[in-house]
C-alpha cells in the first residue's frame, strides 16, 4: 500500500465571506433596459452562430436585465404607495 502524505494543518484565517454586490445605482433604467436587451440579442446571436467564447456571459445579462425590472418595479410601487396614501 503507498504512504499517504501527512495532512496540512488548516489556515488560521477565516474562509472569505461572500459579499453581495453592491446595488447599482441606474439613472435611466429605460435606456440601461435598452442596452441590455440589444446586448443579449447579439449574444444569442453569437451562440447559434458558434462565434461566441464566453457563455457566461448570457446569464449574467440575463440577471443584469432581472435586476433593472426589479428596480423598476420597486419605483413603481413607492410611487403608488405615496400617491395612494
Known amino acids: 500500500m503507498a504512504e499517504r502524505k501527512p495532512r496540512q494543518p488548516r489556515s488560521t484565517q477565516p474562509a472569505r ?6 446595488k447599482e445605482q441606474v ?11 440589444e446586448e443579449m ?8 452562430t458558434r462565434q461566441l467564447t ?9 440577471r443584469d436585465i432581472a435586476r433593472v425590472k426589479t428596480l423598476q ?10 400617491s395612494g396614501r
Open 17 to 22: 465571506q461572500r459579499t453581495k454586490p453592491k
Open 27 to 37: 439613472a435611466n433604467p429605460e435606456v440601461r433596459l435598452s442596452e441590455l436587451h
Open 41 to 48: 440579442f447579439k449574444l444569442r446571436f453569437q451562440f447559434a
Open 54 to 62: 464566453n457563455t457566461a456571459r448570457i446569464r449574467v445579462v440575463r
Open 73 to 82: 418595479r420597486q419605483q413603481e410601487l413607492l410611487a403608488a404607495g405615496a
